[in-house]
């Protein structure tokens, strides 16, 4: 009860502030100045505001109205966290659900381009390349080209709203009488009681034996990128490309090893913009030998409004934040690309590969030890723990190896029906009891000095059903298929993503998620620009050292899930007269449960592949424990015949 009349007090409030700013509506993200996939408690806005504390939705407020939209992950936690605050769900991705700009749109009777003074709206929008809004942070109905004044206007934070966004809102509410104003937070004016501080965890340096290369060759490289972009400068947003760039790290944003901060880089300086205090002094002095000048956030806004008119700025638009991009002067050319460190970050150099193994192997001793305590646990007479109690003991045996500092992200943990919910997580209130029958699947990763990993396992527990063991081995199989593929040098994820999913085709089934993503090395968990996926948009080149985890499942819905997931290295398998073939080394090491495998199903080199995978988990593993555990590996890794 106290949480609804939160709520509705917070609605109120927000509706306040919209009347004095003349505002018709509001848009609420938990968006952070960056673009990042994980914000800090300090940046979640909307979860403030609506209570609904999912990592996925859009909350829209008019004066009479409020709405939420998410995807099915949070339907259910939704419906309960938005219980009597007035607050009506929307169901994202479902037919009859409209997008919420066309929803904004209908509410204000902004119709067929009429506005209430008979004028015509506007018909285009702003572009990304000429920064939309004036210098002093308003997106008027002359933004969007028109002429006359708008009949409607949206408030949406510019500050915390990326270049993209704010395109893909002026080219909807275009023509019909809308016009956005960027200028305002009233949740942040509101939300000045119990607020999160901004994080100001010191930075560290993230050394050469990590990082392969000092901060100066890396920006070397980044050169290189402008100007084949045709440009002479660069703005950096994305928090994981910062740190990576300037080999440094914080801990700022909960499961990434990140510092808020923006960079900016010309063909002869380095300029890392970021709260001086995060900043121990030999950090400062070390960067400035390297040639990154470091300089007090605040000082960032001007700098960029002090561009010179022959400037020609690079920004990535789905990370800018457009107040920030509207305060360049109008005659600065602007590129709108992807980072310029996205794909050098993304292909390991040789200290990041021997790192990234040495990590594995760390952290599949872990998961063999929380593997025997689980079996354990669900094998006595009356078990006791849920899936909590699991998440917690497997946090606990990741943090006692050498170099874990925590989780690279909340670990899943769904048993029976919550495995079939892709990205279910269980939080302190416990969630369902572990029994020893079914499957649940347990997808979690750590972070390491060497490296970040990213693994998902489906526990058999002893009874389970002939269902459950077929889809099992259907994924055994697709895992099986990609992992041990080759393909040619030019393919893209979409090209490679059939090999794990025509085994689900065969048999009439499909998994509706990507197959695979990019990793970091002690960073982030999702990392671009490749992926193996259907979707259009990952027809990036797979490149030698590129690191993607194959990860196939099958989602009964109220029934079961089962995931296979290990990471892999993209690598050089031959070259000959027709091409250069790759193929993947496969860096995760942990037994995949021979109870959820019917060997009938599985034809001989996929046995073949499988007792060698398990042969190489031994090997890789066992030096790393105990003499009991060992012998518990050597069963969970014994060859199927």
Known sequence: MAAECAALERLRGIRGKMEAYGLDAFIVTNGDPNGGEYPAEHWKARSWLSGFTGSNGTLVVTRSEAALWTDGRYYLQAESQLSGSTITLMRGGEPDTPEFPEWIAERLNAKDGVSANGDTAAKGAASETDGGAAAGGVATAAATGSSAPAEWKVGVNGRVTPCATYS???????????????????????????????????????????????????LEDVRGELRRRDATCALISGLDDIAWLFNIRGGDVPNLPVAYAFALVTGSSAELYIDLAKVPDEVAESLRAEGVAVVSRDELAGRVAALGGGERLAYD?????????????????????????????????????????????????????????????A????????????????????????????????????????????????????GARIENRGL??????????GGTTDITRTIVFRETTAEERRDFTLTLKAHI???????????????????????????????????????GSFLSVHEGPHSISLRAGSLVRLEENMFVSIEPGVYRDGKHGVRIENLARIREDFTNEFGRFLCFE????????????????????????????????????????????????????????
């Open 440 to 449: 649940m699947v347990v997808d979690s990763g750590g972070q390491y000095l």
């Open 379 to 430: 094998a006595k007479p009356q078990p006791t723990v849920n899936e909590w109690d699991a998440a917690l003991a497997l946090r606990r045996f990741r943090s006692e190896q050498p170099e874990n500092r925590g989780e690279s992200f909340p670990s899943i943990v769904g048993y029976g029906p919550h495995g079939a919910m892709m990205h279910y997580a269980p939080d302190s209130t416990g």
């Open 586 to 641: 496969i860096l995760s090491f942990c037994p995949i449960s021979l109870a959820g495998v019917e060997p009938d199903m599985l034809d001989g080199a996929e046995k073949v592949w499988l007792n060698d995978y398990h042969r190489a988990v031994y090997d890789t593993v066992a030096p790393l424990l105990g003499p009991d555990e060992r012998e518990w590996l050597k069963n969970a890794t014994r060859p199927l015949l």
């Open 317 to 377: 638009p789905h990370k800018l934040n457009f107040w920030l991009l509207s305060r360049a002067p109008a005659e600065v050319r602007r590129i709108p690309s992807d980072e310029p460190t996205l794909r050098l970050k993304a292909v390991k150099n040789d200290a990041e590969i021997r790192n990234h193994r040495e990590c594995q192997a760390r952290d599949g001793a872990a998961m063999v030890r929380f593997l025997i305590w689980l079996e354990r646990e």
């Open 481 to 519: 298929s990609l992992a041990s593929s080759r393909f040619l040098y030019g393919a893209a994820g979409p090209h490679i993503d059939a090999f794990a999913r025509k085994v689900m085709w065969d048999h009439g089934m499909d998994y509706k998620s990507g197959t695979g993503h990019g990793i």
């Open 168 to 218: 893909d809102l002026t080219k909807a509410f275009a023509g019909r009488g809308i016009a956005l104003v960027i200028e305002h937070d009233p949740v942040g004016e509101l939300w000045t009681e119990g607020r999160p501080e901004l994080p100001r965890d010191p930075i560290f340096r993230h050394g050469p034996r990590y990082a392969g290369a000092a901060a100066a060759e890396k």
